[in-house]
């Protein structure tokens, strides 16, 4: 990326509260959580102590665990976007900074 790029970014104020981008992006943050938590989760309870697991089953149960916490933070998760947008929200009318592009 070079310092035009960076400077261009840059140079349209901040995000809206309601934006697109901010609540695309807060829901990729809750799928890289919720897939991490489920992974872990996963690991744990998924095999009997001393169980060894099938050639190739840990690369498609984590695509499966991928492709979970893509539906459910799709479909709501477990509310940590809307928190992430919501915070954002407050944080913008504090600064008294339009919520979004009617405010």
Do not use: C, W
Request: proline share 7%; net charge neutral.
């Amino acid at each position: 990326m070079t310092a035009a790029t960076v400077s261009a970014i840059g140079s349209h104020g901040p995000e809206p509260a309601n934006s697109p981008r901010l609540t695309r992006a807060a829901r990729q943050f809750e799928t890289v959580l919720l897939n991490m938590v489920f992974g872990s989760l996963e690991d744990s309870f998924s095999r009997l102590p001393g169980d060894r697991p099938l050639s190739g089953s840990d690369h498609y149960q984590a695509l499966a665990m991928q492709a979970l916490s893509a539906s459910l933070a799709q479909h709501g998760g477990i509310g940590i976007a809307q928190l992430i947008v919501r915070n954002f929200a407050k944080q913008q009318h504090a600064k008294g900074l339009p919520d979004g592009p009617e405010g």
